[in-house]
């Protein structure tokens, strides 16, 4: 496919870049809105990214309602993909100018028993982007060159910022594998992650059923678009070996318990927000085993990169919509709503 992206710089700028951004500029609900920033020219070992999308995910929701961490002010934004445009050491210039998505972390401490581990993501002094360092809903941003992802050739750069979802999906489902061949799975939520969550799943052998309700019915239309069987219907009691819950809601994690077999497994990837209530003896009475997986890891994201080069898994579809960052109020709206797919940020639009 042919896209027009942006030329890289040939040597690194040396004055900081003035950008719009989407930030969170103080504590407490709300504090998004639109700004000025500056971006700084990379330091050895960071690229300049000419960002050209930048998923909105329900993360960002969280960290507007303040029920995510984050450090403002901060540009918002870590589902991030685009153009290497400069390089602060001449050793990566290779970089210049390729297709990237970037992995999340910004910096973790590398002395702790998790980072040693290689368990960067649960790295108590991990700072990510888009929440504790600037990142993506901006036209430029800053990344450390080992956090970068050459896209490949047949996934579209505006799809491209799904690699970051797609990558926690892996590690929540591959590392270590959850879903063995033949398994029944069912994914609860037909959102991005539901959908990526399903077609990981079946490439890893399962048959899959993704579950919704009668007003997700464009989402389980594009699900079923991708080969994926879909229903709005109740679920059976304990008709299902692997169950992914994907909805970040109680009524969807309680139906996922109740349609888990006896020694079954439940797997956690949608994120409440807030505390819930459960029937948490189902654990006990049917000896459930739970996992999950907390954003993802440098071998996540080459199992995401593989699926995707291998066409295991297609982004295309889950991309209901790029929108100008000044857009961004009627995007959030939408997303509370739960309307449409995965919302894209191109900083290079201009409103209609």
Request: glycine share 10%; proline share 5%; net charge negative.
């Amino acid at each position: 496919m042919t896209e027009s992206l942006a030329e890289p710089e040939k040597r690194s700028t040396s004055h900081p870049i003035a950008v719009l951004a989407l930030a969170k500029v103080h504590r407490g609900f709300g504090g998004v809105q639109l700004v000025q920033r500056s971006v700084s020219a990379p330091a050895p070992g960071q690229a300049l990214i000419a960002v050209r999308a930048a998923g909105v995910c329900g993360t960002d929701l969280h960290i507007q309602d303040d029920e995510y961490g984050s450090e403002p002010p901060v540009i918002m934004g870590h589902e991030v993909a685009g153009v290497v445009q400069a390089v602060g050491d001449d050793a990566d210039a290779d970089w210049l100018g390729r297709k990237v998505a970037v992995e999340t972390y910004f910096s973790t401490c590398g002395r702790c028993a998790q980072c040693r581990a290689g368990r960067t993501n649960l790295c108590p002094d991990r700072k990510s982007i888009g929440s504790f360092r600037d990142g993506g809903f901006a036209a430029s941003m800053l990344i450390p060159v080992v956090n970068l992802h050459e896209v490949p050739d047949n996934v579209s750069i505006h799809a491209a910022a799904l690699t970051e979802p797609l990558a926690c999906v892996c590690h929540c489902l591959l590392d270590p594998p959850v879903v063995n061949a033949g398994d029944s799975v069912l994914v609860v939520g037909p959102g991005a992650m539901g959908l990526l969550s399903a077609q990981v799943a079946r490439a890893s052998g399962a048959r899959v059923l993704l579950s919704g309700r009668d007003t997700d019915r464009p989402r389980l239309d594009v699900a079923e678009d991708l080969g994926l069987e879909t229903t709005v219907d109740s679920l059976a009691d304990e008709s299902f070996d692997v169950v992914i819950e994907c909805s970040g809601s109680a009524g969807g994690a309680s139906a996922a318990l109740r349609a888990a077999k006896r020694h079954g497994r439940y797997v956690a990837v949608g994120i409440f927000g807030r505390t819930v209530q459960l029937d948490f003896d189902a654990v006990l009475y049917k000896e459930l085993t739970i996992t999950s997986g907390f954003a993802s890891t440098p071998k996540s994201w080459e199992r995401a990169v593989a699926l995707l080069r291998a066409g295991d898994v297609t982004l295309e579809p889950l991309v209901g919509r790029v929108a100008p960052l000044r857009e961004w109020e009627t995007v959030f709206g939408a997303l509370r709503e739960g309307q449409g797919l995965k919302s894209v940020f191109d900083p290079t639009l201009e409103p209609r």
